[in-house]
């Protein structure tokens, strides 16, 4: 992924007030900040709090709520990887001991500057698991190879077509 | 000579095995060779295991060629593909074969056919028409038809669409909303995504019909953000929509007001649980909301709102389109109509099986799905996301309706199939539903908080055979709890995989004192 824009005051506010005139417009700026900066930084909380008239434990309480909004920057590759039942049914738990049994990267906890590893639930790829997205592509009947070399950076469309050649 | 025309996925599945790399392989190809071809991006037919699965629209029908690779263009140029020749890959004439013949595409009628963001498409094959009799009939006669049809919500609840829609129409308000639940979080279930991506006009009409069937002039289509492409998708279906006047302060020339948008959720399961997608709508945390009031009455902003997953809205442009009846003479029962059943997990030729109710579970697993990808026997299936059961082999012969599986114990929700091999350990099945909940649950009711994380350790000092009479005693209490005190579906079904694997599957909870008995 390229990298984000350091934390900008006024390039905040630019987003926040471009989004305020929206119905609950909590989240479309949350998502806006974090694709600007790659996190959503707690500098723009009091921002948010003031163009929207809310409280700023209302919106530390929006934030904090939902997995997606990050508070530290995210790795240069972000893997969403999908743990839900019908990816386990196709061996994903398979999948994520090999990663920590060989390559000692624990899908659990793994977040650094190189790279991020995030369990989801369910990328609705149901009937060609195990799945997951690497920043933001889809990629379909995965298997541990493939997986540890999304980690080591491979391009996500070639997983993809060695996948549809299997 | 006018150029052939192929027709290859754009929908995220088939993104997901290289239908992106075979759509540039086939331009690089046909340009090499001077062949004149002309590529539409389309939705998926649905035949996932066939994906990427390119179509050419030959004299004697559209061709399909599947699953192709980058590696198999040249061959398939050599073979003369773009007349509709034979090849290794070949499937034959798409409306010929026995996996789309067998089914009743009603709401899936367009999906893999058209180009998803061509509203003339849209309009040569049908599109439309309901929302153009909508504008010609009053809202009572549009909310009449709907509950004339039968139409139960298809989110998982299965509430009557037409006393929902009835509720709100009489409602006095200014202001009402209309919100299309697309957070389509069980695992198992991708018919929401795959019609936002492969139709997502449907939806656009369906939530209009609504809008102007109750008096409501704005709506939101909720969709989670693990689906991006589906996100992107009905961005710019709104968009186009707006611009040809179907969407906007005058609803195809009526005078009638009605326009939306799509907003992106946040990664929360809960959040497909109405009330709390309500809050999260308004910028909240997507905590649950005590029911009564009723979002019909007190919705989004307190306002009057329907709330409708996305099947149950794109169900209703051919219900005023074909009438009432025509969608009620399909099913069994108080089960009328369609469901786009999805089968994943496990199973050989995976994908969307759009049938009428009454079906068997059986045929979809075996006759669709051709039994398990791995080719070992079927153990468990679970049916309706991950707060539905888990059934043995033995029960594949009940009947697809709500009121079979409710029978049974289990529900159909949304219409997920998810199947295991005999490898299952069905005692960590039951541990990951309550894991689950604890890693989703809202917070807000005890029962379900805490419930949730005592469920996992419950499990857990069965399997290690720890007092384990005693503890499977604390299971039961603990899940009728649940059942019983939860205030949404959340914690009150998870008890419902948990105590179907027990009840089916009790040898998998005593592996460890028969590990015992054995030394």
């Known amino acids: 992924m390229p990298s984000k824009p350091d ?141 540890a070399g999304l980690c080591d950076g491979a391009s996500a469309e070639k997983a993809q077509i060695v996948g549809g050649a299997a | 000579m006018s150029p052939v025309r192929i027709f290859i996925p754009g929908d995220a599945a088939a993104l997901s095995v290289g239908a992106d790399a075979v759509a540039r392989a086939i331009r690089a190809e046909a340009s090499r060779r001077g062949a004149s071809v002309d590529i539409v991006r389309t939705g998926s037919r649905g035949m996932l295991w066939l994906e990427p699965l390119v179509e050419v629209e030959a004299a004697q029908g559209r061709i399909a060629y599947g699953p192709v690779s980058p590696h198999d263009v040249a061959s398939l ?129 369906g939530m209009a019909i609504a809008g102007l069937a109750v008096g409501a002039t704005k709506g939101f289509v909720y969709i989670r953000s693990e689906y991006p492409h589906a996100f992107r998708a009905m961005c710019a279906a709104i968009d186009i929509a707006r611009k040809a006047g179907v969407l906007g302060a005058s609803v195809l020339g009526s005078g009638r007001a009605f326009d939306m948008e799509a907003r992106l959720g946040a990664g929360a399961y809960i959040c497909g649980e109405e009330t709390s997608l309500l809050e999260s709508l308004e910028g909240k945390r997507g905590v649950v909301r005590a029911k009564p009031p009723l979002p019909a009455l007190q919705g989004l902003f307190g306002k009057p709102t329907i709330v409708n997953n996305v099947l149950s809205l794109a169900a209703v442009p051919s219900i005023l389109a074909e009438g009432p009846q025509a969608y009620a003479d399909y099913g069994v029962g108080r089960s009328r109509g369609t469901l786009p059943f999805q089968l994943g997990g496990n199973v050989k030729r995976g994908g969307l099986v759009e049938l009428a109710f009454g079906a068997t579970l059986r045929d979809l697993i075996d006759g669709f799905g051709g039994g398990t ?38 529900m159909l929700g949304h219409g ?69 005190g939860s205030l949404c579906a959340m914690g009150g079904l998870t008890p419902m995989p948990v105590m179907s694997a027990l009840r089916h599957f009790p040898e998998d909870f005593r592996r460890a004192s028969q590990r015992a008995a054995a030394e």
């Open chain 2, 373 to 410: 990808r791995s080719g070992r026997p079927v153990r468990a299936v679970q049916v309706g996301g991950p707060l539905g059961a888990y059934l043995p082999a033995s029960q594949l012969d009940t009947p697809l309706d709500y009121e079979a599986f409710a029978a049974i114990g289990a």
């Open chain 2, 416 to 484: 997920g199939i998810v199947v295991f091999d005999d490898s299952v350990d069905m005692a960590q099945q039951a541990r990951f539903a309550f894991k689950f909940c604890a890693k989703e649950s809202c917070g807000k009711c005890t029962p379900c908080r805490i419930g949730a994380v005592r469920g996992v350790e419950t499990v857990d000092r069965i399997v290690a055979g720890v007092e384990r009479e005693k503890n499977l005693g604390v299971l039961d209490d603990l899940n009728q709890l649940m059942t019983d």
């Open chain 2, 77 to 205: 140029f050599d073979a003369g593909f773009l007349s509709g020749g034979a090849h290794p890959l070949a499937q034959g004439a798409v409306a010929d074969l026995d996996w789309m013949r067998r089914q009743t595409r009603v709401t899936f009628a367009r999906v893999g056919v058209i180009d998803p963001l061509s509203l003339d498409d849209y309009r040569a094959h049908g599109g439309l028409k309901g929302l153009e009799r909508a504008l010609a009939a009053s809202g009572a006669d549009i909310v009449e038809a709907v509950r004339a049809s039968g139409l139960r919500g298809r989110g998982g609840a299965g509430f009557p669409t037409g006393i929902k829609w009835k509720t709100v129409l009489d409602a006095e308000a200014l202001q009402k909303y209309v919100v299309c639940n697309a957070d389509e979080g069980d695992s198992g279930t991708f018919a929401d995504r795959m019609l936002m991506e492969g139709d997502p006009f449907l939806v656009i009409e």
């Open chain 1, 7 to 147: 934390w900008n005051e006024g390039r905040a506010r630019e987003i926040i007030g471009g989004l305020s005139a929206l119905e609950g417009a909590t989240l479309p700026i949350l998502h806006a900040l974090q694709d600007e900066f790659g996190f959503v930084d707690a500098r723009a909380t009091p921002l948010i709090a003031e163009a929207l008239n809310l409280s700023r434990a209302e919106v530390h309480g929006a934030i904090t709520f939902y997995h997606d909004f990050r508070s530290k920057p995210a790795g240069r590759r972000v893997i969403k990887l999908c743990r839900a039942e019908a990816c386990q049914a196709n061996g994903c738990e398979d999948l994520v001991t090999k990663l920590r049994a060989r390559h000692g990267l624990d899908a659990d906890s793994q977040d650094d500057e190189r790279l991020t590893i995030e369990t989801v639930y369910c990328l609705g790829n149901c009937a060609l698991g195990p799945s997951a997205l690497v920043d933001g592509e889809l990629v379909g009947r995965l298997d541990a190879d493939r997986l």
